[in-house]
């Protein structure tokens, strides 16, 4: 089998862990296969020789023009330079052109900007990291954009939430080359399972609540190591200092949610990571995220995220 062209597109100013996260993916896949034959050749492409990550650090790359090789797969990383990259005079006639002759092509992060830019996306689902969710919709209706997934593969297009979701698109694209058992030698070099569904969410409520208010986080905390136990508004107003009603109405203007709903995603959030981490049944976790019963736990967990525990742990949970 002949090898399969990877070529990495870089830019100034571009995600360095964007580029570096799947390109070691890939050399790690050489690195694992017979010497003389390695099923990657690996290239890094620019529009000029010297790519200037930022001002202290800077990388040598190919010139990308009209003679370059063809590419088998066409690989654009996200990063704070991506919008001044489509806008380049040189994007159409060399990264249009070039992207024409990729069979696969994949961005990470904030790359599909210039998937979108080229006209590649155009009523094909996609997804990218969630602080750039409003804008592609804004500026590119007609991409069908999935809010949440760590990366989505729809036909040969590829596109992933970014930053360490790169490596787990990657892991996928090698597992679907070259199998699974390299794709899991690769991500054991890696230190990392293999690997994360593309439909993992990107983000928990965990983060999310941390995102909104620092007023909480100590609350939030101290609800993490307790689930079990009595988390009803008098115990969470008493562990605030703040009287019932105080604590209810400075909790839900900051945080948007009120805290019985909060104290549920955290439970549900729970129970989630121990369907995926341990071998626990049902009733044990039901028990330890303290949702009572089984039939409780399965009944909030369809609720909120549309499948059955048993279908989350099926889906997600590691074959290591």
């Given at each position: 089998?002949?090898?399969?062209?990877?070529?990495?597109?870089t830019?100034?100013?571009?995600?360095?862990?964007?580029?570096?996260?799947?390109?070691?993916?890939?050399?790690?896949?050489?690195?694992?296969?017979r010497?003389?034959?390695q099923?990657?050749?690996?290239?890094?492409l620019?529009?000029?020789?010297?790519?200037?990550?930022?001002s202290?650090?800077?990388?040598?790359?190919?010139?990308?023009?009209?003679?370059?090789?063809?590419?088998?797969?066409?690989?654009?990383?996200?990063g704070?330079?991506?919008?001044?990259?489509?806008?380049?005079?040189?994007?159409?006639?060399?990264?249009?052109?070039?992207?024409?002759?990729?069979?696969?092509?994949?961005?990470?992060?904030?790359?599909?900007?210039?998937?979108?830019?080229?006209?590649?996306?155009?009523?094909?689902?996609?997804?990218?990291?969630?602080?750039?969710y409003?804008?592609?919709?804004?500026?590119?209706?007609?991409?069908?954009?999935?809010?949440?997934?760590?990366?989505?593969?729809?036909?040969?297009?590829?596109?992933?939430a970014?930053?360490?979701?790169?490596?787990?698109?990657?892991?996928a694209?090698?597992?679907?080359?070259?199998?699974?058992?390299?794709?899991?030698?690769?991500?054991?070099?890696?230190?990392?399972?293999?690997?994360?569904?593309?439909?993992?969410?990107?983000?928990?409520?965990?983060?999310?609540?941390?995102?909104?208010?620092?007023?909480?986080?100590?609350?939030?905390?101290?609800?993490?190591e307790?689930?079990?136990?009595?988390?009803?508004?008098?115990?969470?107003?008493?562990?605030?200092?703040?009287?019932?009603?105080?604590?209810?109405?400075?909790?839900?203007?900051?945080?948007?949610?009120?805290?019985?709903?909060?104290?549920?995603?955290?439970?549900?959030?729970?129970?989630?990571?121990?369907?995926?981490?341990?071998?626990h049944?049902?009733?044990?976790?039901?028990?330890?995220?303290?949702?009572?019963?089984?039939?409780?736990?399965?009944?909030?967990?369809?609720?909120?995220?549309?499948?059955?525990?048993?279908?989350?742990?099926?889906?997600?949970?590691?074959?290591?």
């Open positions: 089998m002949r090898p399969k062209t990877i070529q990495f597109i830019y100034p100013q571009v995600s360095l862990l964007d580029l570096a996260g799947p390109l070691d993916v890939f050399m790690a896949a050489n690195r694992f296969s010497p003389d034959h099923p990657y050749t690996i290239s890094i620019a529009l000029n020789p010297t790519t200037e990550i930022s202290v650090f800077s990388i040598n790359t190919e010139i990308l023009h009209t003679e370059s090789p063809s590419p088998h797969t066409l690989i654009i990383p996200g704070p330079g991506i919008h001044d990259f489509c806008k380049s005079p040189k994007f159409v006639a060399h990264f249009v052109k070039h992207a024409d002759k990729a069979e696969r092509l994949i961005s990470v992060c904030t790359g599909i900007f210039a998937l979108a830019c080229a006209g590649k996306l155009d009523g094909r689902k996609a997804t990218t990291h969630w602080s750039a409003d804008d592609l919709e804004k500026n590119f209706p007609s991409i069908i954009i999935k809010r949440g997934p760590i990366f989505i593969n729809d036909g040969h297009l590829w596109t992933s970014g930053v360490t979701s790169g490596i787990d698109l990657a892991l694209i090698v597992e679907q080359d070259l199998g699974h058992t390299v794709a899991l030698e690769v991500a054991r070099h890696l230190v990392m399972f293999l690997k994360r569904p593309g439909d993992q969410n990107q983000f928990s409520s965990s983060l999310s609540l941390q995102s909104k208010s620092s007023q909480f986080s100590d609350l939030h905390a101290w609800i993490n307790n689930l079990s136990t009595d988390l009803t508004v008098p115990a969470l107003a008493n562990f605030m200092n703040m009287s019932e009603r105080t604590f209810i109405r400075k909790y839900s203007e900051s945080m948007e949610k009120t805290p019985s709903k909060m104290v549920e995603l955290l439970r549900l959030d729970a129970a989630r990571d121990m369907l995926t981490n341990s071998n049944p049902l009733k044990t976790i039901a028990r330890r995220c303290g949702l009572g019963s089984e039939s409780t736990l399965i009944r909030r967990f369809v609720k909120n995220f549309g499948i059955t525990p048993k279908e989350h742990r099926a889906r997600f949970k590691s074959t290591e």
